[in-house]
Structures are given as structure tokens and as C-alpha cells.
């Protein structure tokens, strides 16, 4: 077999069905060896980022590795923004590179640029293999490291020489990286001490975020939480790790996060971390964040701990098993006060209706949410809808949420949202996205359109970057530079892609849209809704500030 | 405060262009860095000299540990542990001051290794102030050039990281 051919029946022995990707020089032999073999389907996109954010949207979502596939020079780089953005929000990926043959590495040959260089500090790993013997063991390797401790992308470069050079088939059983040993097991006197501060406080909270749903900590998150009776508050990430419409669901925190969520971080006495990393995009000023509370924090990645805020109870470990140990050791306990205490600061803060009948975001995604009745995997891009679109539409299990967190990658959504539906072929995926953010990768709407996938795309169309829009009214006195945007007709180009395109004026016009969008089940369908042009994400937590400095209104 | 921090890593292409674009991209700062074989040719000890509070150099730590190729991180600092540099100093002797320059280097202990009608070539090892105070001599009579390893150190005692 020749290494091609070898590569490919090593990805069928990990498991992978699907491969997002586009070919070129330096991976024609792949692709060769692709070409009649039906075991793993190949998802031909239009330019790579689509084919690494597809990757990241399937693993979000099944929870499986994804895996994209470029060629070498621009199709690699290609790749970059897309790895970046798994590698913010620790989502396992195998991206595999062509690379030029090893005797032209170095010589600035056609196609050639230093992949494994430019992706290192965007990938948990990379490699480049140098020789053939050595394909079997990276590969596996690659996939080991993208899927355990905390997930990230991996990337393998492979010159063509040894795409082409023969070698007995093998496949190693065992493996040692004597480098890797993620820690999965808490300490067991840390968990104690945690578990102490749970039976004595008074105003506990916890904060939970991304790990949660990579271990799959969901369902005992929920128990201990109902046991002990203490909220839970989310970050972007773990949006459906617990059920939001729960008793105990504040609903997600930060700059944008719930009212009530942000008041009950600035006044909690323990807070409980849990797979979260206390973004500055959740803690805003870290100086008073949480000031009144003893912090625990469980994380699978030592790094996390201490990094921003200063941690009293540290457990390094994997979520689920933390919780569980944590669990075994808490009583029964309940906490009417602290819960009476945040149901006021809820009533305190409702957002007002708007004054004229223009159709406004919050219209459009309750109307999708009911429509589908939340069965639904809820996908965006970034900006001002995202932000909508986590606060209207509300998630009930993990994995039915994709939207681009720590890198906040305009661009994300429409692959994202293909590579949720080839993952899950029977469920409902709904991306909402923004005009800016749709533009930026609209050229993977056929790719949608060739594999016959009814995704269901909700453009929230106000002709402005909205998110820049907002803060240039709040902090630079309205000064719209570059930010208002003279789109195309989007319903009449989803038309010339082979999708269905529908223009929404008004809500009687989104119900009939909804309605098509809903019954259409061969294609994709674009409902281009012009929503209200200057309305703003409330609450909004100024960069660098307090949590409890939300502007309202 | 200046600690020095022994990192084992496995000796694979590469793995110094991490530990290095590690420090960059985080915004650590690298004082001194030496890397070499050990008994192991699977291993090399990278030993670099680095500046923080203990804050950073938690973070350091950690953020070594994460590279996969890194298996073993120490700091040397609260231990016991000895550690040395090597300079060259080549530096300007006309024949009626090289008596006295030769007589400085053997108070340092310095070697003289190249002699040529004008010049001498010393070879120094020891502690950084050591080579400092050597260079600081050596300037009067001219340095015409110079060069200096990174600190290399191991903890004293039959341990061993």
C-alpha cells in the first residue's frame, strides 16, 4: 500500500465517516485513494475555512473528532483562522495537509509554506511526517491527542513523497507519548475541601462552561445542583448543559449574559468553576469579579487554574469525575433565601418591547423556537444575532449548540451549521446569522445545496455590522465608521446558489417563511429578514467593567 | 526575581521552536537558554534563565507541561543546585601587557586558549557574576570579540529532575 492509501484505512480504523476538504497538488493522492472508497464520505466545500469550520460544527455537535483535509501552501492556510478557532474553544479536530515532497521543503517550492510553523500556537499539536514508517503512529497519536484531556486541534503535514511511498500496512496498538498524561482523576483531599465549602455556604453559584460538555458532565452537573439546591449559570459555550428553562438556570453570564446571572457573580459567597476559563468576556473587570465569593475551580487543564482569578479550592481533573466525587459527598440541602434573592433581581430587570412594530430579532427567534418547539440544533455566526439567538433560543440538552466563543469568528456559522446537519442528517439545524457574518462565507451555501441539506438559515438583516455599530453609538458618538453595509438581494442569491431564498418584511411574511422553512427537506432555505436597523444587545457590561456596571437600555 | 527552570523534552524537530514561540506568544521573557543532549538520545534539557513573580512562573510551568513533547519541568531556584556559563573572550595583548593579562585570567581561572601577535583568546567558566567581573577586567585592555553560552545547572545531590 502506498502512504495515501494508508492514511485513508487509518482513518476508517479511528472511526471517521466523514472528511471535509478540498483537493489540490499536494493531496491528489489522497484524494486518489479517496476516489472508490465508500466507507468514508468526502464533503467537497468551496474553500478550506468552510471545510475545517464544517469539521468543528460536527464535532460540537456529535461529539466525535472532525476532520478536514487542504491542500499544502494556500489551502493550509486556508485552514488557520478555522484551527484558531477550534483551538479557542477546545474543539477536537484532525486537519491533514499536503505538504511539497521532503527534498523541496525549504526551497520556497510551488505551493510550499511552513505549515507546522505558522500552526503551532493555533493547534494543541502538529506534525510532519518525514517518513513513511512514521504515518501510522502519528496519525494515531493525532487523533488521541485531539479527542483527550482538554480537546483541540490537531494538524498532520504530509509531503507527497510520502503520500506515495509503499509500505506494509500496520497499525499500532499501544501508545506512549511520555510527554501527554492528562490528569482525569481530583485530588481527593481538594474535592473534600470543596465539598466542605458546599455544606457551608449560604449563597453558592456555579459557573460552568465548555468542559462540561466535552466530558459530558451534563446530567450530573444537574444532580448535583438540584441536591444541593444551587444555580447554575453558563458560559456561551456550555449553553445546554443544563436545561434552560430549569428552576435553578440563570441563564449565561457576561458581557451580554442575563441580569440576574451577573448580579448573583458579584454577590455569591462560593462559586463553583467548572470547565470554564474566566474570559474577559465573562468576568469583565476580574478585579471585582466574584470578589465576595471562595472560588473552586475544576478544570482538566492545570494552565486554566489561576490563569485570570485568583482560585481558592484549584482541582485539576475531568469535570464529570470531579462532580460525581463531589456529588458523594454533599447532602441534601436547600437555599430558598439565596434563590428568592435572584428571582427578585429577575423581576428587577425585563427588557422593554419595542415602541413601533418594526420586526426586531427577539421576534424572529421565538417565532423559529416555537415553531420547532426547540427541537431544533441552534447554530450562529457572530455579532450582535449570536448574542440574540443564545438569549431567545434556549437549549434543554449539550451538543445542540455551535457558535464560535473564544475567537468570535465571523464566518462560522454557515459551515458550522453543514457540518451539524451531515453529523445529525435527522435533526433540525438553524443557523441565524447576521449580514455580515453570512457574506463572509456565503460560497458554502452550495455546498449545502449539493449535499441536499434542508438547513434552516435566518439572516437577521439590519445593513450594519451591528455588534462594531453598537459600540461605536456607545463609545465613539455614533460615529458609523465603515460598519453600514450595501448587501445583495440575499433571497435572490440563495435563489442563484439552488436554494430556496425568502425576503421577510414583517411578521405575517416570517410566519409563512418559517412555515416554508420548516417543510422544505431537500435543500437549504435563506430567510433574509430586515430587522429593525439600531437596536442594541441589553444588558451590555462595557469592556474592562464591573459586572454589575451593565448599561440597560 | 530570576529563577532557572530545567525543561526535558523529547528530541524531536521542532520542540525548541515551541518552548521558544511558547515565550514569545505568551509574553514571557527569556534572559538565557541553552539546550544540549542528555544520556538519553531521546531527550534533550533545555535550561533557560527567566524573570517573573511567582504568578508568571506558575503560568510558565504550566504552560511548558501542556507542549506534548515536554515531559519534565523543574525550577531550581528554592533547591540546591550548581550552575555554570562558558565564555570566549578574545581580547587585545600587545606583548608588554600579556603578562598581566594572563596573570588575571589564572586568578579566574581562565584558560588561555589562542594566542596570536596581538591578541589573546580566553576561555572562562563559572557563574555569571564570575564572567562578568572577567569582562569587566578585560575591557581596558580591549575586548575585540566575544561570546557567552546560556546558564546550564543541575541540582546538587545524587537527585535528579
Known sequence: ?553 | MQHIISVLVENKPRVLARVASLFARRGYNIESLAVGHTQDPDVSRITLVVRGDEDILEQITKQLYKLIEVIKVGDFTETSYVDRELSLIKVNAPSNLRGEIVQTAEIFRARIIDVSEKSLLIEVTGTSDKIDALEQLMKKYGIIEMTRTGKIALARGSQSL
Open chain 1, 1 to 553: 500500500m502506498n502512504g495515501a492509501q494508508i492514511l485513508i484505512e487509518l482513518l476508517k480504523k479511528e472511526g471517521v465517516t466523514t472528511v471535509f476538504g478540498y483537493p489540490g497538488g499536494s493531496v491528489i493522492d489522497i484524494y486518489d485513494a479517496l476516489y472508490e472508497f465508500s466507507d468514508i464520505k468526502h464533503i467537497l466545500v468551496r474553500h478550506e475555512q468552510g471545510a475545517v469550520h464544517a469539521a468543528d460544527g460536527y464535532a460540537r455537535t456529535t461529539g466525535k473528532v472532525g476532520v478536514c483535509m487542504a491542500t499544502s501552501g494556500p489551502g493550509a492556510t486556508n485552514l488557520v483562522t478555522g484551527l484558531a478557532n477550534a483551538y479557542m474553544d477546545s474543539i477536537p479536530i484532525v486537519a491533514i495537509t499536503g505538504q511539497v515532497p521532503t527534498r523541496l521543503i525549504g526551497k520556497d517550492a510551488f505551493q510550499e509554506a511552513d505549515t507546522t510553523g505558522i500552526t503551532m500556537p493555533i493547534t494543541k499539536h502538529n506534525f510532519l511526517i518525514k517518513r513513511i514508517h512514521e504515518l501510522p503512529l502519528i496519525i494515531r497519536e493525532a487523533f488521541l491527542i485531539a479527542a483527550t484531556g482538554r480537546p483541540g486541534p490537531v494538524l498532520v503535514d504530509i509531503p507527497k513523497d510520502i503520500q506515495i511511498a509503499e509500505m506494509e500496512f500496520s497499525y499500532p496498538e499501544k501508545l506512549d507519548i511520555p510527554g501527554y498524561k492528562p490528569t482525569y482523576r481530583g485530588h481527593i483531599n481538594q474535592i473534600n475541601m470543596a465539598a466542605q465549602a458546599i455544606k457551608e455556604s449560604k449563597k453558592p453559584l456555579l459557573y460552568v462552561g465548555g468542559g462540561v460538555i466535552a466530558s459530558g458532565a451534563s446530567e450530573i452537573l444537574l444532580e448535583l445542583a438540584e441536591k444541593n439546591d444551587i444555580p447554575v449559570t453558563y458560559t456561551l459555550m456550555a449553553k445546554g448543559a443544563i436545561p434552560e428553562d430549569h428552576r435553578l438556570s440563570l441563564g449565561w453570564l457576561g458581557m451580554h449574559g442575563s441580569y440576574h446571572a451577573n448580579k448573583a457573580i458579584m454577590n455569591c459567597d462560593l462559586l463553583i468553576a467548572v470547565g470554564a476559563r474566566f474570559d474577559d468576556r465573562v468576568t469583565g473587570n476580574t478585579a471585582t469579579f466574584a470578589k465576595q465569593a471562595k472560588i473552586v475551580h475544576i478544570d482538566i487543564d492545570p494552565a486554566e487554574i489561576g490563569k485570570n482569578v485568583k482560585i481558592h479550592i484549584p482541582i485539576v481533573g475531568d469535570a464529570r469525575n470531579i462532580l460525581n466525587e463531589l456529588n458523594k459527598r454533599t447532602e441534601t440541602k436547600k437555599h430558598d433565601n439565596w434563590l428568592k434573592t435572584i428571582e427578585i433581581w429577575k423581576k428587577e430587570y425585563i427588557p422593554k418591547p419595542p415602541a413601533n412594530n418594526e420586526l426586531i430579532a427577539q421576534t424572529i427567534i421565538e417565532s423559529v423556537y416555537q415553531a420547532t418547539h426547540g427541537d431544533a440544533i441552534l447554530v450562529t455566526d457572530v455579532g450582535q444575532h449570536q448574542m440574540w439567538a443564545a438569549k431567545y433560543f434556549l437549549c434543554h440538552r449539550p451538543r445542540r449548540w455551535a457558535s464560535s466563543g473564544g475567537l468570535g469568528t465571523m464566518g462560522f456559522g454557515l459551515p458550522a451549521a453543514i457540518g451539524a446537519q451531515i453529523g445529525n442528517p435527522d435533526q433540525t439545524v438553524v443557523l441565524f446569522s447576521g449580514d455580515g457574518s453570512i457574506m463572509m462565507k456565503i460560497q458554502e451555501l452550495v455546498t449545502a445545496v449539493n449535499n441536499c441539506l434542508p438547513l434552516k438559515i435566518f439572516v437577521l438583516n439590519n445593513n450594519y455590522l451591528g455588534m462594531v455599530r453598537q459600540w461605536q453609538e456607545c463609545f465613539f458618538n455614533c460615529r458609523y465608521s465603515s460598519t453600514h453595509i450595501i448587501n445583495p438581494d440575499l433571497a435572490n442569491l440563495a435563489q442563484a446558489f439552488g436554494a430556496e431564498g425568502i425576503p421577510v418584511q414583517n411578521k405575517e411574511e416570517l410566519d409563512r417563511a418559517i412555515h416554508k422553512a420548516l417543510e422544505v427537506k431537500d435543500r437549504p432555505v435563506l430567510v433574509d429578514c430586515h430587522i429593525s436597523k439600531e437596536t442594541n444587545v441589553y444588558p451590555f457590561v462595557p469592556p474592562g467593567k464591573s459586572l454589575d456596571e451593565m448599561i440597560l437600555e
